[in-house]
């Protein structure tokens, strides 16, 4: 059987370290494209090197661009190798351009296409991300859930056929991983454990908006005085701060380049919170034990939310919720039991099998 995976942002390139895995194990043969959608060293490579990922057969060398530019130069692009190579199946993850532009690849030329980490949903309904999930989810064939609530969202759009609740591949990974965390990385950084705050911020609607940001900053700067802010800053939002001239609000921040995962983890699991707009952090901070603050008007991961563990925040209340004390239950298993990798290997091994019969 030949799969062909493509990949190109951080999360993408993470559980592709699972499934990889687990094609080897079943003697599956992967084709693997990176699209380059993340080229940044340490935003992309370096994951590669700390989760010992397979170099790609293929890197398409997009790097930025518009959302239309982006999206049609990667399907151009991987058009080419689809024809070329003649996959079984074509595996997309997560809700990035070039997760979109795969699908759209693999569905106009007929070829199986597998979501992972599907059904998931979440407001705005114009949020780039949020397009190319919904788009994504319609044209698979195969819809691979984190959680029971992602079944449901599918479920309230009339999909069923197709869609297994397998768990979450970044939970198999923090599984796999934690013996491997930097676990006394947060001492490099002159922190203390459980007395510093992880923040992250990358998100177009936090920082492209010079008002916007400029509050966000303002309220992490209040906080920064109460705790420490430990803030791997991620290259869009480095040259935003630069651009508007908002160094100023970071001077009592702890900062660093973007950090690979063991290293990053190993100083969440040892933070007092997490602050952030990424969709993977928020949900890896629950991994780890740790609550979090949510800096979107709403997450993908509302089930995190709905328990209370998480919380939404923004620019006007995040200092208050920072400091909210309020006792909360750990939700244990809420997504799954770590071997979601596995189970999407059977299931795809199984629908090929069968088709193979007929």
């Not at 190109?8 to 699972?18: L, M, N, S, T, V």
């Not at 939404?312 to 309020?326: P, T, W």
Request: glycine share 6%.
């Amino acid at each position: 059987m030949k799969l062909l995976s493509l990949i190109g942002a951080r999360p993408q390139i993470i559980k592709e370290a699972i499934l990889s895995k687990e094609f080897k194990k079943h003697n599956i043969e992967e084709i693997l494209v990176h699209s380059g959608q993340h080229y940044d060293f340490n935003m992309s490579d370096i994951f590669f090197q700390s989760l010992n990922v397979k170099a790609p057969d293929y890197n398409l060398g997009i790097g930025s661009g518009t959302h239309g530019e982006m999206t049609g130069r990667i399907m151009i692009e991987f058009e080419k190798i689809v024809v070329k190579e003649k996959p079984e199946i074509i595996l997309v993850y997560g809700d990035t351009n070039t997760t979109l532009a795969g699908t759209l690849v693999g569905a106009k030329l007929k070829i199986p296409v597998a979501h992972v980490e599907a059904g998931i949903r979440q407001e705005p309904k114009d949020m780039p991300e949020e397009i190319n999930r919904v788009v994504t989810d319609h044209v698979s064939t195969f819809l691979f859930c984190p959680s029971q609530l992602a079944v449901k969202n599918l479920e309230n759009e009339g999909i069923t056929k197709g869609v297994y609740f397998v768990g979450d591949v970044m939970y198999d990974l923090f599984k796999i991983m934690e013996p491997k965390f930097e676990d006394e990385a947060y001492k490099e950084f002159g922190l203390s454990e459980n007395e510093y705050i992880v923040l992250t911020l990358h998100r177009d609607f936090n920082v492209d908006n010079k008002e916007k940001l400029e509050k966000i900053l303002k309220a992490l700067k209040e906080i920064s005085k109460i705790i420490p802010i430990f803030f791997p800053i991620h290259p869009r939002t480095k040259k935003r701060i630069n651009e508007f001239g908002f160094e100023r609000y970071l001077k009592n921040f702890v900062l660093s380049e973007p950090l690979d995962y063991p290293k990053l983890m190993g100083i969440a699991k040892h933070s007092y919170k997490v602050i952030t707009d990424s969709g993977g952090l928020q949900k890896e901070a629950y991994f780890a034990g740790k609550r979090c603050l949510v800096l979107m008007p709403d997450t993908g991961w509302r089930e995190l939310v709905e328990a209370e563990w998480n919380m939404l925040a923004d620019e006007n209340n995040l200092v208050e919720k920072v400091l909210n004390e309020s006792k909360v239950t750990y939700p244990y298993g809420m997504y799954g039991d770590g071997n979601a990798g596995e189970k999407i290997v059977y299931l795809i091994e199984t629908f090929n099998n069968i088709r193979q019969n007929y």
